[in-house]
């Protein structure tokens, strides 16, 4: 899966962080299938921080109780930017056939 094309995953700030006051323990954030977190002491823990799918905010949609946050997207693209990785994901998507080579914004219109 074309993310982050070579680029270091341990090099992008992207995991969850929980608010231990806000958390119910609802545990929808289990429902991670990249293991992310583990059940440890009847409360989530996050666990692999770095298996956090950059971009991904599931389980902080699921969460009852509104206790999970990410870090802001804001340098998240601006790290992409820095480093063309979203130039390395099309290309890379290109050479998979995943989309059109050679198509542009909007189908190249
Ligand atoms: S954001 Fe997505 S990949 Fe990351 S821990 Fe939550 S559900 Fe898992
Ligand atoms: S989804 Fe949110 S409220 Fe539920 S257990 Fe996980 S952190 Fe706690």
Same mark, same amino acid.
């Given at each position: &899966?074309?993310?982050?094309?070579?680029?270091? =995953? #341990?090099?992008?700030?992207?995991?969850?962080?929980? +608010?231990?006051?806000?958390?119910?323990?609802?545990? &929808? $954030? &289990?429902? $991670?299938?990249?293991? !992310?977190?583990?059940?440890?002491? *009847?409360?989530?823990? !996050?666990? =692999?921080?770095?298996?956090?799918? !950059?971009?991904?905010?599931?389980?902080? +949609?699921?969460? *009852?109780?509104?206790?999970?946050?990410?870090?802001?997207?804001?340098?998240?693209?601006?790290?992409?930017?820095?480093?063309?990785?979203? #130039?390395?994901?099309?290309? #890379?998507? &290109?050479?998979?056939?995943?989309?059109?080579? /050679?198509? /542009?914004? $909007?189908? /190249?219109?």
């Amino acid at each position: &899966m074309a993310w982050l094309v070579g680029y270091p =995953r #341990d090099k992008v700030n992207w995991h969850p962080a929980i +608010n231990e006051e806000k958390c119910v323990k609802c545990g &929808m $954030c &289990m429902n $991670c299938g990249r293991k !992310v977190y583990e059940w440890i002491e *009847q409360k989530p823990k !996050v666990v =692999r921080p770095n298996e956090c799918v !950059v971009g991904c905010t599931t389980c902080a +949609n699921l969460c *009852q109780g509104s206790a999970i946050t990410f870090p802001r997207l804001k340098e998240l693209r601006k790290l992409y930017e820095e480093h063309k990785i979203w #130039d390395a994901v099309k290309k #890379d998507l &290109m050479e998979k056939g995943a989309i059109p080579s /050679g198509s /542009g914004c $909007c189908g /190249g219109v």
